[in-house]
């Protein structure tokens, strides 16, 4: 019998592991899903990933002025998911900059890699320019990877 992931996700295995179930809205003609939904699913696993860490992000830009943007997106699309397939979004960090926070994802269906998304995220102020990142946020994004190696941005 498999593991039931919680509804709000779990930290295991030096990632971030968030379940998702595919509906009909996400498919396309063919009955699979649309690639973009992909990213949509990848982009709800990083916000409860930073819940999950403890970081409201309504909060961090109230307080700080900081949000986060798509800087880079790299996706490989290597198997389709159906309807009513449950998912996986394991997110890892990859690397931490000053400003910035690249992640590795994967969308999984049980054993099989569906989608794999290599991000950099980075952090900008209220005028949209690159803004450091706190340092409780850094720790607490250091805190996902506590048991698997890092390298950081700068040293790639």
Request: hydrophobic fraction near 45%; charge should be positive.
């Amino acid at each position: 019998m498999k593991a039931i992931l919680p509804r709000g996700g779990l930290i295991a295995e030096g990632a971030y592991l968030l379940p998702v179930r595919v509906y009909y809205e996400d498919t396309d003609a063919a009955g699979m899903v649309y690639y973009a939904n992909y990213l949509k699913f990848a982009e709800r696993a990083r916000t409860e990933m930073l819940r999950r860490l403890g970081i409201e992000q309504q909060r961090l830009r109230a307080e700080t002025g900081l949000s986060f943007v798509v800087r880079r997106c790299n996706a490989e699309y290597l198997l389709p998911a159906r309807l009513d397939d449950d998912l996986v979004v394991a997110t890892r960090l990859a690397g931490l900059g000053a400003a910035t926070l690249d992640l590795d994802q994967d969308i999984r269906r049980g054993e099989e890699t569906l989608v794999r998304l290599a991000l950099q995220i980075a952090a900008i102020g209220r005028k949209g320019r690159p803004q450091r990142l706190p340092p409780g946020l850094r720790a607490a994004l250091l805190s996902l990877n506590e048991t698997t190696r890092m390298v950081t941005t700068h040293a790639r």
